[in-house]
């Protein structure tokens, strides 16, 4: 799986944020299980700072953690689709019918006697990325245009489609397979409410924060000025959330920390057999290697920010379906940098060295100075 001696490597080309995350997020988990215990009564503080069930500390920190993702999007680049219908297609039913379809299968099949990480792992399942597919594809030499119109694409189906998705695989599914849920039930309006707030707010924030700052200054100030200075505060949102997660749950996760891995491995199964059905199918339909790895990351990554949102809202900061969307970055960071050599390898067997050498010269790599989560 090497690539060209010329070219960096992988994780070299990660700026220092995203080179680490997998390090933040763990010492997240640490000073939060350390907080838990410092300050026994840290969740009944918490608690009287709440509003329904998710608690105002807590829902600021989600908040923050999504409006630097959204305000990155280029919207405007929604009409490139028009002309696309294979990559347009390909993606609509790789993200929305197989994606939440295999965690489902993954979540009932390695979970079966843990209902709350299995139900944390289908509303991950559900949050199809818009954060950091940009940098993975970015660093597999992947088209970024085609990206940046994909990423456009699942945040406006995500608002529209994500509570009703929520509401099948949680709620309808189970039913018709026969697969007990022990009396759990979750309405429509339960998973509406929190994307609206988590995902409605913050997306409207971000359009309206490009449109005026691209008319204001121009789009090169706004992506090479902006973004960066605003960009990392996506990761100080998702790690002050993580550090008062761990907080609350720390005394569950140091007596069973072999839930952690548990709710690892469907997450590891998923995001190979995503990828490698996601690269398989942009090549047989005839895509062009950029193509085919836009298609492949945005299918493959998840939206962490947004199941976590969901599952704190939903579920409780204490819920183990929160814990899960906690561990969800943790294991997606390595996960997908491994899958950015795939990329490469399987590109240079299947489309050929010129190729990737082409795609390498049409869009080099320009990452962010200061990645998201």
């Not at 907080?35 to 920190?61: C, D, R």
């Not at 979970?111 to 990480?117: E, I, K, M, V």
């Not at 990325?129 to 990206?147: P, Q």
């Not at 995902?199 to 902006?226: F, H, S």
Request: with cysteine; net charge positive; proline share 5%.
């Amino acid at each position: 799986m090497a690539v060209a001696a010329h070219e960096p490597a992988v994780v070299a080309r990660l700026s220092t944020l995203d080179r680490f995350l997998p390090l933040w997020i763990g010492g997240a988990m640490a000073a939060g299980i350390g907080l838990g215990s410092l300050v026994p009564g840290l969740e009944h503080h918490l608690a009287a700072l709440q509003i329904g069930t998710v608690s105002v500390p807590i829902a600021i920190g989600l908040l923050v953690m999504m409006y630097p993702v959204l305000a990155r999007v280029r919207y405007e680049e929604l009409g490139a689709l028009r002309g696309e219908w294979r990559l347009f297609g390909a993606s609509l039913v790789l993200n929305w019918l197989v994606g939440p379809a295999l965690m489902f299968a993954l979540a009932w099949l390695l979970l079966p006697d843990q209902p709350a990480y299995r139900t944390g792992l289908i509303v991950v399942g559900l949050a199809r990325c818009i954060a950091m597919v940009v940098i993975w594809n970015d660093l597999a030499c992947g088209d970024r245009e085609a990206t940046a119109v994909l990423v456009v694409l699942n945040s406006l189906f995500q608002l529209a489609a994500y509570s009703l998705l929520g509401w099948f695989y949680l709620s309808v599914l189970p039913g018709w397979l026969g697969l007990a849920t022990h009396g759990f039930h979750v309405s429509i309006w339960e998973i509406a409410r929190t994307v609206l707030i988590f995902l409605g707010i913050p997306l409207v924030a971000g359009i309206v924060t490009r449109r005026v700052g691209v008319r204001a200054r121009g789009r090169a100030w706004y992506e090479q000025v902006l973004m960066p200075r605003v960009g990392p505060f996506a990761l100080y949102g998702l790690l002050f959330t993580i550090v008062l997660l761990f907080a609350i749950q720390g005394k569950q996760i140091t007596h069973a920390p072999q839930d952690v891995a548990r709710i690892g491995l469907p997450l590891l199964v998923y995001f190979a057999v995503m990828f490698a059905l996601s690269f398989l199918s942009g090549w047989r339909l005839g895509l062009s290697y950029p193509r085919t790895a836009a298609l492949s990351f945005t299918a493959a990554s998840n939206n962490f920010e947004l199941a976590i949102a969901v599952a704190v809202g939903v579920f409780g900061a204490t819920s183990g379906e929160a814990l899960a969307g906690v561990v969800g970055p943790l294991i997606e960071v390595p996960a997908l940098v491994a899958l950015v050599y795939v990329a490469l390898w399987a590109g240079k067997r299947l489309y050929g060295a010129q190729a990737i050498q082409h795609a390498r010269h049409q869009s080099p790599t320009m990452l962010p100075e200061a990645g998201t989560p």
